[in-house]
């Protein structure tokens, strides 16, 4: 087959189809991928890479042989000693050098454009009016989960969220604490034990040792589900950041959290990348959606963490000053 049409047409045709492949076809596929109703551009650095490696194997292809440079070679030997007769040879003389100059100039010469439209990384567009009023149920933990708090203590079978009971429970196992709560150093939760070993429990202690046994946890499920993205200290620095596109947002900035009401959070941590609007695109968010895998209850400990990581409270919504 290469015989009978040649090497060099051969070499034009896989050029050509390459590019039109990395142009055209990946974006036109790419709309049957996303659903999106636009299609994904291949950058230009990438469409160099495509073609480089195009050249590459198609030079080794032509020089494995001295019969296959030959073959390559004898069209450009006969059309320059004008085979082909003198007008095409004139003409493709004349071509090369004027399509290299069109290229150079169209690389070079200033021209005005339009300012790009920036993708917004986390729209809100389609956020639920009715999320924005949502606030933090562990902000203000109610009386009675103080008191059932108080009494589990006192019997000394405080329960923790699934997802970290197992840990303190082999904890527990290893070192047989006087008290199951003794793992945590805070000074609310120490004072707490010494209240209770005394019979003299205050509800504001109690209420600080509870704060302190949800924060444990929600820095627990942020660490086992949060912390390979956003960071240890919610920088967006994980071990997992340099892998995405558009690295996880650094909560420690004043620009980030701070900024957003809670209930905007909730609905961005509960949503993921897959809730995110179509102004998103094409670089979503990598984020799961969480509430496919965690609870109501673990997604709001979570919050409470990452806002306790970086230092900032949430904004309060308007008309709730």
Known sequence: ?????????????VLVAVYAAAKWGIPAFSRQVTGLPFPLPVPGTLMLFYMTLAVIALFLMVTFSEEGLTDFLRPIR???SGGYGQIAR?????AVPAIAAWQVYELTVPRAQVPASLR???????????????HNPFDEPPE???NVFIEQARANEVIFD????????AWADEWDPDHILEFLAAAPVKEFLTQLENDEVSHDIAEAAYREKILFEGRALYAMNCRA?????????????????????NFTDNGTIETIVVGYTFWRVEN??????????PWDSAMPEWKLSLTEEQRWKIIQAEYDLAEKTPRIPEGHE
């Open 1 to 13: 087959m290469m015989r009978r049409i040649g090497t060099f047409p051969i070499v034009v045709i």
């Open 78 to 80: 006969k059309l320059l």
């Open 90 to 94: 004139g003409l493709v003389l004349l």
């Open 120 to 134: 917004i990384q986390h729209p809100s567009s389609n956020f639920p009016v009715s999320s924005e009023g949502l």
């Open 144 to 146: 009675d989960e103080i």
């Open 162 to 169: 699934p997802q970290v009971q197992d840990d303190i429970d």
């Open 229 to 249: 993205c956003h960071g240890d200290s919610v920088a967006g620095d994980g071990p997992m950041a340099d892998g995405f596109k558009l690295r996880p947002i």
């Open 272 to 281: 993921g990348g897959p809730g995110l609007p179509t102004e998103a695109t």
